[in-house]
T-cell receptor
Framework: QQQVKQSPQSLIVQKGGISIINCAYENTAFDYFPWYQQFPGKGPALLIA?????SEKKEGRFTISFNKSAKQFSLHIMDSQPGDSATYFC????????????FGTGTRLTVIP | NAGVTQTPKFRVLKTGQSMTLLCAQD?????MYWYRQDPGMGLRLIHY???????AKGEVPDGYNVSRLKKQNFLLGLESAAPSQTSVYFCASSPHGTNYGYTFGSGTRLTVV
């Protein structure tokens, strides 16, 4: 059972456009929602994260929007650049356990010039 | 500052052979994890450790064993490799568990023929 559902599987965006990746969860105990960025041949790297006490977090061109009532969160990449082409994973965790971080299945983003 | 280092980067095994994947971190992190990444399935947790001398099973532990004899090292063993274990393996570490960012290694691409 997938704890975190991510869509779309792949996304193609023109340079300068907005990339939007969506994730949904069911477990209301989740209280930490990170996004990871992975370039080909590399490991995932933490991009940005949010906790449910805020509805939005922005870091440069990357913004997480969080809707607690809908149990959804999304990543927005403004002014998308070819260098943003990568696979993006959302994730969610909650509680004090060491093994309760659950990843989405990933979105392969391609930004075309 | 090397972060998380995985060796080897690539390996081809014959069915039934054994091997050990090494993960080393220099950040004094308590928690360490082994994941496998397969197309369309995201990252799945194999085993994890919450400190030196401890190990625990994750979501997909069958066919794998782990050891954490030193805080900085986390070893993943395959006793009798099977084609289903063809995957990309990632090690990660975290200072305090799932509610903090993970640092991933660059991965080991394993092919079992």
């Amino acid at each position: 059972q997938q704890q975190v559902k991510q869509s779309p599987q792949s996304l193609i965006v023109q340079k300068g456009g907005i990339s939007i990746i969506n994730c949904a969860y069911e477990n209301t105990a989740f209280d930490y929602f990170p996004w990871y960025q992975q370039f080909p041949g590399k490991g995932p790297a933490l991009l940005i994260a949010i906790r449910p006490d805020v509805s939005e977090k922005k870091e440069g061109r990357f913004t997480i929007s969080f809707n607690k009532s809908a149990k959804q969160f999304s990543l927005h990449i403004m002014d998308s650049q070819p260098g943003d082409s990568a696979t993006y994973f959302c994730a969610a965790s909650g509680g004090t356990g060491a093994n309760n971080l659950f990843f989405g299945t990933g979105t392969r983003l391609t930004v075309i010039p | 500052n090397a972060g998380v280092t995985q060796t080897p980067k690539f390996r081809v095994l014959k069915t039934g052979q054994s091997m050990t994947l090494l993960c080393a971190q220099d950040m004094n992190h308590e928690y360490m994890y082994w994941y496998r990444q397969d197309p369309g399935m995201g990252l799945r947790l194999i085993h994890y450790s919450v400190g030196e001398g401890t190990t625990a099973k994750g979501e997909v532990p069958d066919g794998y064993n782990v050891s954490r004899l030193k805080k900085q090292n986390f070893l993943l063993g395959l006793e009798s490799a099977a084609p289903s274990q063809t995957s990309v393996y990632f090690c990660a570490s975290s200072p305090h568990g799932t509610n903090y960012g993970y640092t991933f290694g660059s991965g080991t691409r394993l092919t079992v023929v």
